[in-house]
């Protein structure tokens, strides 16, 4: 409170008739008052943060429950589940988690965007450890080895009438190039239709969170090409048949690739052609040895289902078979392809995952 206010207040009474004039005890006293400070008890603030806290928390009840079910089995997990289930029934009750899931039906009722909406690379970055890379040009994906799978000719012809009908689903690595894939078809360069079922933090190794199964055994009899992105959230311990299954042990192994093999078969069920995309390597090292190990299973499996054709997106992430920030393009220009948390792709690379996958479908169906 400046001086100035309190002298206006002494010639502007508000209790009574305007006055010009305050006695030094009137004018004292309401200085005095004046520059008081207000002050609320640490118990009233804790008490409006609990109250704030719990407000948000029953608001995004849903959010909380997923993000617990989404933790690897164990303590934690149970603990979080024991504590946001309970919190999410009062919210149903209430109807206070209704806005948030009006929210998540508009974004999944949203159609996909165009070009412009996808993130474009900014100026290239400081190099990570391990980011730099030398002048190896892009691997030309004519040269690379035929991959498994390839029928002894064409399905059909693919015109703008008859388009071919393609889903693109699996974790959130399917996001970015099933826009890419959406994006083409929107703008007139591929006559395709593209659907994209992108769940994040979702795969095979956890049917109690979200079945992947049943939901790609309910795609419509329409679809004629599955693009598939599996893996990245799966290297984690396992439930098969009321018992855990550690990571890492052959059992583990061997129950994975019967979820493979099953989420193939079931797609294959009304005639279409299966193209699951093999993980290229990460950041982390062991991560990488993992998902090496599940793409030599999916070999494997594929190796007996003619539906089932295997997309090595290594060819155009990882060219020498290490996990690459930065690859050069048609220019020779580095460009950034995989995004700062060592596992996603940026806009760049979904791109040339787009272009890869369009490849290979290309064995499949006659494009005009």
């Known amino acids: 409170m400046k001086y100035s206010e309190s002298l206006q207040r002494a010639t502007t009474r508000r209790d009574g008739p305007p006055v010009t004039r305050w006695s030094d005890e009137e004018f004292r006293d309401q ?11 640490t118990r009233q603030v804790l008490v409006a943060v609990s109250l704030c806290l719990l407000t948000a928390a029953l608001l995004t009840s849903g959010t909380l429950v997923e993000a617990a079910q989404r933790r690897n089995f164990g303590t934690e997990r149970d603990t979080l589940l024991a504590g946001a289930e309970p919190l999410d029934r009062v919210a149903n009750f209430l109807s206070l988690n209704r806005p948030a899931d009006l929210i998540a039906d508009i974004r999944e009722a949203t159609p996909p965007a165009s070009d412009a909406s996808v993130p474009v690379d900014a100026a290239p970055e400081p190099r990570d450890g391990g980011a730099v890379i030398g002048a190896t040009p892009q691997p030309n994906i004519a040269d690379s080895a035929p991959a498994v799978g390839t029928p002894p000719e064409p399905l059909r012809i693919v015109t703008s009438n008859d388009p071919l009908r393609v889903l693109v689903a699996g974790d959130s690595q399917a996001e970015y190039p099933g826009q890419a894939l959406t994006n083409r078809a929107v703008n007139g360069k591929l006559d395709y239709e593209v659907s994209v079922d992108s769940r994040i933090a979702t795969g095979l190794a956890r049917p109690d969170y979200f ?3 049943n939901e790609l055994a309910s795609v ?3 679809v004629e090409a599955a693009v598939l992105f599996f893996g990245g959230n799966d290297y984690q311990d396992m439930e098969a048949n009321g018992e855990r299954v550690v990571r890492g042990t052959d059992a583990w ?3 994975y690739a019967r979820r493979m093999a099953s989420v193939a078969d079931v797609l294959q069920q009304d005639g279409r052609q299966v193209f699951w995309v093999a993980a290229p390597p990460v950041r982390d090292g062991e991560t990488t040895a993992a998902l090496q190990t599940m ?3 999916l070999h494997t499996i594929a190796s007996t289902r003619p539906w089932l054709r295997v997309v090595d997106s290594s060819l155009v992430l990882a060219p020498d078979g290490t996990f690459r920030v930065y690859l050069p393009d048609d220019d020779g220009v580095d460009v ?3 995004s700062g948390d060592g596992v ?10 787009a272009d890869l996958l369009v490849e290979e479908m290309a064995v ?3 494009m005009r």
Not at 344 to 353: D, E, I, K, R, Y
């Open 295 to 297: 793409n030599e299973l």
């Open 336 to 338: 950034r392809v995989r």
């Open 253 to 255: 192994f061997d129950e």
């Open 211 to 213: 079945d992947w199964r």
């Open 31 to 41: 200085r005095d008052l004046d520059l008081q400070t207000e002050t609320i008890s």
């Open 344 to 353: 996603h792709v940026t806009s760049t690379g979904a791109s040339w995952l």
């Open 220 to 222: 419509s009899v329409e």
């Open 364 to 366: 499949y169906w006659t």
